[in-house]
Antibody
Framework: EVQVVESGGGLVQPGRSLRLSCTAS????????MSWFRQAPGKGLEWVSF??????????DYAASVRGRFTISREDSKSIAYLQMNSLKTEDTAVYYC?????????WGQGTLVTVSS | EIVLTQSPGTLSLSPGERATLSCRAS???????LAWYQQKPGQAPRLLIY???SRATGIPDRFSGSGSGTDFTLTISRLEPEDFAVYYC?????????FGQGTKVEIK
């Protein structure tokens, strides 16, 4: 079964850091781009970042709201994508979803909740 | 940044009825790079449509997408009980992907 599973969420104070993981299975991870999205409580969806496959240079991009604070990376040997989140703000509070794909998310995980609060 | 505006905000319909959801872009979406998702409470989004009109794997044919340029439509030909949910459009014609604010399809 093709699936992705997020982990690493939790409660963190403003200004601190957190790293999310996205573990994939059921497909050749290295062949695919991966993306992160988020959804604040009661709000709509927001794209956060993507990372392309090594065949496409592993290029990355970020939403303006997180650029310079968040870093996406991948470890193909372990089929894991990461989202390193630094200098967290209260407005980063959301469910973070990992999805397969560069343009749109074709396979989504169930999400991991990140709460930024003092 | 391409802004997507979905209408209506809420659509109240009965099972068996036809649903027509609109997504309008602030500028032309290149190559019809537009996707639609369905999201139910407490669940992750599910991809329905990509490329404005191509159904994703396993999506019933009562779901169809159309449009180009700045105007896109998701149509559900006959609503089933499991179709009552929130629907989002998303453009990927720009490197900075953006979503519409969503349309809730509720039972009348």
């Amino acid at each position: 079964e093709v699936q992705v599973v997020e982990s690493g969420g939790g409660l963190v104070q403003p200004g601190r850091s957190l790293r999310l993981s996205c573990t994939a299975s059921g497909f050749t991870f290295g062949d695919y781009a991966m993306s992160w999205f988020r959804q604040a409580p009661g709000k709509g969806l927001e794209w956060v970042s993507f990372i392309r496959s090594k065949d496409f240079g592993g290029t990355t991009d970020y939403a303006a709201s997180v650029r310079g604070r968040f870093t996406i990376s991948r470890e193909d040997s372990k089929s894991i994508a990461y989202l390193q989140m630094n200098s967290l703000k209260t407005e980063d509070t959301a469910v973070y979803y990992c999805a397969r794909g560069y343009s749109y998310g074709s396979v989504w995980g169930q999400g991991t909740l990140v709460t930024v609060s003092s | 940044e391409i802004v997507l505006t979905q209408s209506p905000g809420t659509l109240s319909l009965s099972p068996g009825e036809r649903a027509t959801l609109s997504c309008r872009a602030s500028q032309s979406v290149s190559s019809s790079y537009l996707a639609w998702y369905q999201q139910k409470p407490g669940q992750a989004p599910r991809l329905l449509i990509y490329g404005a009109s191509s159904r994703a794997t396993g999506i019933p044919d009562r779901f169809s997408g159309s449009g180009s340029g700045t105007d896109f439509t998701l149509t559900i030909s006959r609503l089933e009980p499991e179709d009552f949910a929130v629907y989002y459009c998303q453009q990927y014609g720009s490197s900075l992907r953006t979503f519409g604010q969503g349309t809730k399809v509720e039972i009348k």
